[in-house]
């Protein structure tokens, strides 16, 4: 079983930028995958992007490529999601997940997301 807590949320300006941090506990963090999503109001959950287990790969949406990065401190079983330029369609509650593989598979772990909202 793995627990998954975000913070960092907040409200910010436009070019701002914010660093999300999802804490999870359990002795076996380095074994997952993690991924970050976003849900906008009304619009379906999409995906950020996802880092491997080791930290040595990542995948990115379009959407963010460039602005966002993803990491993790398997010291400290936590993955972070640092967002720079920030936009208005960036608002969202931001959810961190887990998964055994890097590739494919359902994320069986499920934080309960932080609110980020991008004032223009």
């Known amino acids: 079983q793995v627990q998954l807590v975000e913070s960092g949320g907040g409200l910010v300006q436009a070019g701002d930028s914010l660093r999300l941090s999802c804490a999870a506990s359990?002795?076996?963090?380095?074994?997952?995958?993690m991924g970050w999503f976003r849900q906008a109001p009304g619009k379906e959950r999409e995906v950020v992007g996802r880092i491997s287990g080791s930290g040595a790969k990542t995948y990115y949406a379009d959407s963010v490529k460039g602005r966002f990065t993803i990491s993790r401190d398997n010291a400290k079983n936590t993955v972070y999601l640092q967002m720079n330029s920030l936009k208005p369609e960036d608002t969202a509650v931001y959810y961190c997940a887990a998964r055994r593989d890097y590739l494919v598979g359902v994320y069986e772990y499920w934080g309960q997301g932080t609110q980020v909202t991008i004032s223009s």
């Open positions: 359990g002795r076996t963090f380095s074994s997952y995958a």
